[in-house]
């Protein structure tokens, strides 16, 4: 897999954000709030009553690709870090000279960000349409791409993540010269050319993976969304009061998952990958009954599920609009590359740490045979969808000038890809001229701590056409001690 960190630096060129509260709308993202302000397609997941009012340029249909968000955050994030990474990676793509321990700076960096604690979220809008009719109300569908990680790892685990075999861990190394096989002690005065021939650690005191785990925890889902969603009023009248009710669903095709918690409990953990991973699982693959192997230039799912979306909104005196939603209830059941995870003693470690800054990476030195997990196959493993709440609401002033709330909370914080708690924001947008969108807002709660997110959407042809960029907190280009990066951009969006 490549580096994500590699791949970040890249797309920041281009276009980036934080997904997990507004969904692939990247107006909201630089508002901050969602819930009440979407229409067609980007309600999808947020808020399907809002289709029952259509849109506010009187185009009957709207259609939209090219919709990309990329977030990250964690709190060993800072400036100077954000600086060195951007410096690094561009001397690299450029081929040009830089100090050659640049890249073992990123690498201690990204072991700072496992021991702190990261986040990681994406999707992207692959097509999205949305139909609305003033009698019949609005129906929408959207394919979009879904990523979610978050870990955060005990200093015994990242210390055998990002050293492997070498960790002080071992105080025996299997050291291999041409036939030549020596078992030697792991005393930290060790030459470079004997610790590339070292095969294997060995500890001679081995700790339980419980032990040597205990703290960690890495929730990541890997899913692709087929949206589908109807909105409409109910009844009343927009300029006194009217109520809408919307119901949304989507098909979930997952390609990966992994869910590991360690505690004074001991360790729980289950994952399933597509086989485009390449995670080499050994003999234990042979004897796993969900085994899978098909590939393909396309990801193979590894489950599938469904999600259930039921929304509600109050329009009042042309200005005030109120909304709720519940989204994502559902489940998603793997039947392919499942497996958990036995709690054994860790005695040997065959492989070699992490050769860059990709934190994600560490998923191989967990499950690859050799690795620090000891697997067992699974027939089939459920997981309850990362489902979550939402209240918001908006003021209409002036017809330039929208001003609202959101708060969205998870339904269970430990099901993989949710909400590590509630998220509450609020923000707006004003329109100075009638083809131009600013938008600021304010949102903390989760794992976030203070973010001023901001937009800037540029509305062509009367409505006709659309795009803009957005960044999830501003502050990471102006002050040191900010923890995130993020960006959202949508280039192609019309209306007719």
């Given amino acids: 897999m ?3 960190l590699l791949t970040l630096a890249i797309t920041l060129s281009g276009f ?10 990247y ?39 090219t919709e990309f968000n990329l977030g990250f955050y964690s709190d060993s994030l800072n400036a100077d870090k954000l600086k060195s990474l951007y410096r690094t990676i561009r001397n690299d793509i450029r081929e040009e000279n830089q100090n050659p321990d640049d890249w073992q700076q990123q ?6 960000y496992l021991e702190s604690g990261i986040a990681i979220d994406a999707s992207c809008n692959w097509l999205g349409m949305a139909y609305y009719n003033k009698k ?70 081995p700790l339980q993976l419980s032990e040597l785990t205990n703290g960690s925890r890495i929730k990541f889902t890997w899913n692709r969304h087929y949206n589908i969603g109807y909105g409409r009023k109910i009844l009343g009248d927009d300029s006194t009061f009217a109520i809408y009710g919307g119901i949304g669903g989507r098909f979930i095709q997952s390609m990966a998952m992994m869910d590991v918690q360690s505690d004074e409990n001991g360790i729980r953990a289950y994952s399933a990958f597509s086989p485009s991973y390449n995670l080499n699982y050994g003999s234990v693959a042979s004897l796993n009954p969900s085994n899978f192997t098909g ?60 050769e860059d800054a990709n934190v994600t990476n560490s998923v191989e030195n967990l499950l690859e045979e050799g690795g620090l997990f000891t697997l067992e196959g699974q027939e089939s493993y459920k997981v309850t969808n990362a489902a979550n709440f939402r209240l918001g609401g908006h003021l209409d002033l002036w017809k330039i000038v929208k001003l609202g709330i959101d708060v969205v909370a998870p339904f269970d914080r430990d099901h993989p890809g949710s909400l590590a708690n509630a998220v509450y924001s609020f923000g707006g947008e004003v329109r100075p ?44 280009f102006f002050l040191d001690g900010s923890n995130s ?4 951009f949508g280039f192609a969006r019309v209306r007719f």
């Fill in 136 to 205: 019949l109300g609005g129906i929408a569908f959207n394919i979009g791409e879904h990523y979610n990680w978050y870990s955060q790892l005990g200093q015994q685990a990242s210390s055998l993540i990002f050293e492997g075999r070498l960790s002080n861990y071992f105080d025996q190394l299997t050291v291999v010269f041409g036939t030549d096989t020596t078992m030697i002690q792991n005393n930290g005065n060790i030459s470079q050319d004997t610790l590339d021939a070292v095969i294997e650690g060995t500890a001679t005191v």
């Fill in 433 to 476: 001229i009638k083809w131009l969108s600013l938008s600021a807002g304010y949102f903390g709660g989760g794992i976030y701590a203070h973010n001023i997110p901001v937009g800037i959407n540029f509305i062509l042809g009367g409505g006709t056409y659309e795009f803009g960029i957005s960044s999830r907190d501003a502050l990471t």
């Fill in 295 to 354: 590939g393909g230039a396309i990801p193979k799912p590894v489950g599938t599920g469904y999600g259930l979306d039921f929304s509600a909104s109050a329009r009042i005196g042309g200005f005030l609009t109120l909304s709720a939603a519940v989204n994502n209830i559902g489940s998603v059941t793997y039947t392919r590359n499942v497996y958990t995870v036995n709690d054994t003693l860790v005695t040997t470690f065959n492989l070699t740490g992490l």
């Fill in 27 to 65: 107006t909201a993202v630089g508002r901050g709030v969602a819930t009440s302000f979407v229409t067609d397609y980007h309600t999808l997941g947020i808020n399907s009553s809002a289709l029952g009012w259509g849109n506010e340029y009187g185009k009957n249909t709207t259609m939209g690709t």
């Fill in 485 to 488: 990066i993020s960006a959202a």
């Fill in 2 to 4: 490549r580096s994500l």
């Fill in 16 to 25: 980036l954000s934080i997904s997990q509260t507004q969904g692939i709308s």
């Fill in 107 to 112: 690498q201690q960096n990204a072991r700072d």
